[in-house]
């Protein structure tokens, strides 16, 4: 795996975890 790609994994990583972040916080909280 060389830099360019180690990169893009990392930054994916890095946005699937804001996101999911994101929506528990934008979540309404109904129970």
Do not use: E, I, T
């Amino acid at each position: 795996m060389d830099a360019a790609q180690y990169k893009n994994y990392v930054l994916v990583l890095l946005v699937a975890q804001a996101l999911s972040f994101l929506r528990q916080r934008l979540k309404p909280k109904r129970v």
